[in-house]
């Protein structure tokens, strides 16, 4: 660990500064912009922040990192008027700030991007955009004349007129980006926006940090990804049990030190991941098994007749895991709704271990082994009424009914065993689902279909979307003890670097067609990256995609 001035761990102070701190000696010199001091919060029994203060200088970019359910979100929340602290102060350009709602938030040029949408699903991009922004008579053609002119400045594309229900998860991101750029905001606080972008939409977005930084703006980034803090930060804050325990000045050069404060252990390099037999170095003589899944011709048309997959077949084998990338919006969608249920081919069929599952229920397919982690786990993979307990229980719950009732207490101690073996963090097994970190809440319905009984095939859509990098390792962990038990995964995710460390094969989709198909051991990026723009090379690759 480098010298205390420089990375400060559990003490409080980051007034240290040296002269490679990325220039930051100007902007430290003014007042703080935003300033916390002793900040605490309860939710029940749970202390969600304890005496958290850190400042934030006009002109810098500042990550906020920590495991989830940390306190990060719960610290954003604060600062944006969502909750009001039960202890401590803020002060917003030297004076006094306690905003009673995110409305007082916004009137003092605090805009927010949260980890989970606030958007209208049956109205338009562009009147989702101007809600709470115009007053009189709508002026829809100078609302979209501010979309165009948001995709020249940022490359942050989207139609104004398109439903947001009808959009992918990236492209409703997108949409709550722009409607905070579009106020001009002169502190900006990103509650893990990056976490359903595309790879270059990230780097479009990293670009819109540093560029409103630069006109004086500051920016809160919460992040769990190493190479954005390295590309973005000025200075870094790391949250654990709801406080502060490390702080540094060149978050750049302190990477290492950073992720040892936040999961409190060295993170394993990707080289030292688990090693699986992969399915084609599997010995000779192996009894032969039914597919997993066997995907024939699958083919989607909306309700305007546009195709979004195209004659998709694909077959896994049990024990294998097979990976989807391609950039978001080109099918990966539509494939993950059908293969669980949520919707119905238009053409095509696909069968697990041999049985047709083509109309099959979510039901049906929780009943024949098929686990479904979908990529929004919010609309799709939870209640979040319901307690912790019931949510990971959910398609077992008939196996703890007593003369009609719930037996409470054994639902409780096996839920509790799966938190545990599943890294679930939560006051108790009886809290509301609601009331988890989003991490966490992943992790639940990670531990829900991983153990589902009689597992045989897994799909696994954006598995480790918004989960801390000890976490990433840990769900990785566990889909490869799957498939070391012989059940088939297909895994769809847009972090490639995931997909090649993973999974043994890997096919590209492109406007709802399979571009290319390689195994992962050896694969050429740039070729997979020339896939993933349309460009096929002069290869014949579609025998690839079947085993």
């Known amino acids: 660990m480098r010298e205390r001035h420089a990375m400060g761990l559990g003490d409080g102070n980051s007034d240290g500064i040296t002269d490679g701190s990325l220039g930051l000696a100007a902007t430290r010199a003014a007042a703080p912009l935003l300033k916390l001091e002793g900040l605490s919060k309860r939710f029940g029994a749970l202390h969600a922040l304890q005496d958290v203060?850190?400042?934030?200088?006009?002109?810098?970019?500042?990550?906020?990192?920590?495991?989830?359910?940390a306190g990060k979100s719960t610290l954003c929340n604060l600062v944006f008027g969502v909750h009001a602290a039960d202890a401590g102060e803020m002060t917003l350009a030297g004076e006094a700030f306690r905003p009673r709602s995110p409305a007082d938030a916004l009137s003092h040029g605090i805009a927010m991007v949260h980890q989970h949408f606030s958007l209208v699903p049956d109205m338009t991009v562009l009147d989702n955009l101007l809600l709470g922004q115009a007053r009189g008579v709508l002026d829809r053609k100078a609302g979209a004349a501010r979309i165009a002119a948001m995709r020249e400045r940022y490359g942050l594309a989207l139609d104004p007129h398109a439903k947001v229900q009808d959009l992918s998860v990236g492209e409703r991101q997108r949409v709550e980006i722009v409607k905070c750029l579009v106020r001009e905001p002169r502190l900006l606080v990103l509650d893990e926006p990056t976490a359903v972008l595309l790879p270059q939409e990230i780097e479009a977005l990293l670009s819109v940090c540093t560029r409103v930084a630069q006109q004086g703006c500051g920016v809160v980034l919460v992040t769990h990804k190493l190479a954005e803090i390295q590309r973005v930060a000025r200075r870094a804050t790391v949250l654990r049990g709801g406080r502060v325990v490390a702080r540094s000045d060149a978050p750049a050069q302190d990477i290492d030190a950073l992720v040892r404060a936040m999961i409190q252990r060295d993170l394993q390099a990707p080289v030292a991941a688990p090693v699986r037999t992969s399915r084609a170095h599997r010995p000779a003589g192996s009894?032969?098994?039914?597919?997993?899944?066997?995907?024939?011709?699958?083919?989607?048309?909306?309700?305007?007749?546009?195709?979004?997959?195209?004659?998709?077949?694909?077959?896994?084998?049990p024990g294998e895991i097979v990976a989807i990338a391609g950039v978001e919006g080109n099918g990966q969608s539509e494939l993950g709704a059908v293969l669980s249920g949520m919707l119905r081919p238009t053409e095509g069929r696909y069968f697990v271990c041999g049985e047709d599952m083509t109309r099959a229920t979510p039901r049906q397919l929780s009943a024949a082994g098929c686990g479904v982690v979908p990529e929004d786990r919010h609309a799709l993979a939870c209640v979040g009424g319901m307690n912790v307990a019931e949510n990971i229980m959910l398609d077992r719950l008939g196996r703890f009914r007593r003369f009609g009732l719930l037996d409470?207490?054994?639902?409780?101690?096996?839920?509790?065993?799966?938190?545990?073996?599943y890294d679930v963090r939560a006051a108790s097994p009886d809290v509301p689902f609601a009331g988890l970190s989003g991490g966490?809440?992943?992790k639940a319905v990670l531990a829900r279909e991983l153990t589902l009984e009689g597992l045989r095939f897994l799909l696994a859509a954006q598995p480790t979307r918004g989960l801390d990098v000890g976490a990433v390792e840990a769900v990785y962990g566990h889909i490869r003890a799957a498939a070391d038990r012989g059940v088939g995964v297909l895994l769809i995710s847009s972090e490639l670097d995931e997909l090649l460390r993973v999974a043994d094969r890997v096919l590209v989709l492109y406007r709802g067609r399979v571009m290319g198909a390689c195994p992962t051991a050896g694969a050429d990026r740039a070729r997979i990256g020339a896939w993933m723009a349309g460009h096929r090379d002069n290869e014949h690759v579609a025998e690839e995609v079947a085993p």
Do not use: I
């Open 53 to 69: 203060s850190l400042a934030l200088h006009p002109g810098e970019v500042h990550c906020l990192l920590g495991e989830n359910g």
């Open 287 to 317: 009894p032969t098994r039914e597919a997993a899944l066997l995907a024939d011709g699958l083919t989607v048309r909306d309700a305007d007749g546009v195709v979004r997959l195209d004659n998709f077949t694909l077959m896994v084998e």
């Open 408 to 421: 409470r207490a054994a639902l409780r101690r096996e839920a509790l065993e799966l938190m545990q073996r």
């Open 440 to 442: 966490n809440q992943q």
